[in-house]
């Protein structure tokens, strides 16, 4: 489906901020979630939001999941965006929080990153159960910006095997290429306005982990931390088990196990996007037959808003991705 900024929104900066921040989001009433808690096998949790109140008139129908952002969760843009589609559509769909993103400071001395796999699996597992007992409806995946990369490079560690848990999974936005990711939000206007914005939620989380975790990390490097690479190398890093920032980029990236993907996977990334430069993003020739690359030129970061005049709305992003999911499911 293409995509076609309006010519109200120049730009992919405008074309970030703007419906992030002022497009309508909702179709219809406010989304009410319904919040679940599950264990993890760490001893730590994840909370669940569900845009359905109840699973008794749930049975067979298809469920999406979606993966949120950087610092995101199921009140941003994107989400109830999704959820609002969702809902006309009659399906289910979830939102499981990365940890300490709920509004509640995760117990275990670790946090969530662009390649937390291991988790996206654990999370599909128990999703995929419970579509099985109400009914087995088709189970989908989305992921957004970090949740993106989380998700794809989880489906090129399963291989085969991703198949027996999803129908299809869709990345919108992801930094496939973390380190040129990384690189790009360090500069200029987006190391001012979106480094700074991260940054104040995530190092007030990190230090009160650090309160609960006493010398878990450097709190003087921590301090010290001006960019997210910094930031990277200090907490993300060391606490998932990687060597530095640089080791963490290398190796949680999606980009090189695209060619591995054997579940229909679409992969969303505007040639525009401040934070992913267009000459890092994978060619045809880079991927697998089950993966599609849609590059429109314009979009933003998890922008794509559309109509005649301002606020314009986030529409188009849920109905040509998800609509893209159920035709391949």
Not at 110 to 116: L, N
Not at 200 to 214: D, I
């Amino acid at each position: 489906m293409a995509y076609r900024a309006p010519a109200w929104l120049p730009g992919g900066q405008l074309q970030t901020i703007w419906p992030a921040l002022h497009a309508r989001r909702m179709m219809g009433a406010p989304i009410a979630w319904r919040r679940e808690r599950w264990d993890t096998p760490d001893g730590d949790f994840v909370d669940v939001d569900w845009l359905q109140p109840s699973d008794n008139d749930e049975a067979a129908r298809p469920l999406l999941v979606l993966f949120h952002g950087l610092e995101g969760s199921s009140r941003s843009h994107y989400a109830e965006a999704f959820a609002g589609w969702a809902r006309a559509q009659g399906l289910r769909l979830a939102v499981p929080h990365f940890r300490g993103c709920s509004g509640e400071l995760n117990r275990a001395p670790r946090a969530y990153h662009s390649g937390d796999w291991a988790e996206v699996d654990w999370l599909l597992q128990r999703f995929h159960a419970r579509q099985q007992a109400s009914g087995g409806g088709a189970l989908l995946a989305v992921g957004v910006s970090l949740g993106g990369n989380a998700l794809l490079r989880w489906a090129g560690e399963a291989g085969h095997t991703a198949a027996q848990r999803v129908g299809a999974v869709a990345a919108i936005c992801a930094p496939l290429d973390l380190a040129a990711g990384g690189r790009a939000i360090g500069r200029g206007f987006n190391r001012q306005v979106y480094t700074r914005m991260f940054l104040r939620t995530m190092k007030t989380k990190a230090a009160a982990q650090l309160a609960q975790h006493p010398g878990l990390f450097d709190a003087t490097r921590l301090a010290a931390a001006r960019d997210l690479y910094a930031f990277d190398d200090v907490f993300t890093a060391p606490l998932h088990g990687f060597a530095g920032a640089d080791d963490y980029y290398r190796r949680a990236a999606a980009k090189p196990l695209l060619a591995d993907i054997r579940v229909p996977a679409l992969a969303l990334n505007a040639l525009n996007d401040p934070f992913v430069p267009a000459d890092s993003l994978p060619r045809a020739s880079e991927v697998g037959r089950h993966v599609t690359l849609w590059q429109p030129r314009e979009g933003g970061h998890v922008g794509f808003a559309q109509g005649a005049l301002p606020p314009g709305d986030v529409f188009w992003l849920p109905r040509a991705v998800g609509g893209w999911l159920l035709e391949h499911a």
